[in-house]
């Protein structure tokens, strides 16, 4: 990876965790919304495990994104100079992505649930959304 300013990288991490944590409590919201509709069936099991992974991997993102803030504070501890952040770092936007691109899934198969005209335009919709996320955040 390549080194970043510190200044930067706290900066960063510090949207990130903000975002993530708003996500998270949508996603979580959605999930709690989805389990109460009491419909049945593979593809409402999908959504609903997809939501579920969204909300899990943006308290992922959140966690790693406090601790790479912490680590790169310039009054932490002389204990945190041995720790390498990379693997928070890569944590952080990896659950960060995770989080979104299940979002978007859970979102695409959710309208399957209700019929396969609606199921067609969220699908479209989630993937168009998934392939702008996936150019963003990975342009060379």
């Not at 509709?37 to 991997?57: E, H, K, P, Y």
């Not at 693997?87 to 695409?108: D, P, T």
Request: charged share 10%; proline share 4%; net charge positive.
């Amino acid at each position: 990876m390549e080194p970043l300013a510190p200044a930067y990288l706290a900066d960063l991490a510090s949207l990130l965790s903000s975002v993530g944590a708003f996500l998270g409590g949508f996603a979580a919201t959605y999930l709690a919304t989805l389990l109460t509709l009491g419909n049945q069936g593979r593809v409402m099991t999908a959504s609903i495990a997809c939501a579920a992974a969204s909300a899990v991997a943006f308290i992922v993102s959140v966690i790693a994104s406090i601790s790479v803030i912490a680590h790169v504070h310039p009054q932490a501890p002389r204990s945190m100079d041995a720790f390498s952040g990379d693997g928070l770092r890569a944590a952080m936007v990896l659950a960060f992505v995770v989080g979104i691109l299940s979002l978007f899934a859970s979102v695409g198969l959710s309208g399957w649930t209700r019929s396969k005209g609606v199921g067609r335009i969220t699908t479209v919709i989630a993937a168009l959304g998934m392939l702008v996320t996936v150019m963003v955040v990975f342009r060379p």
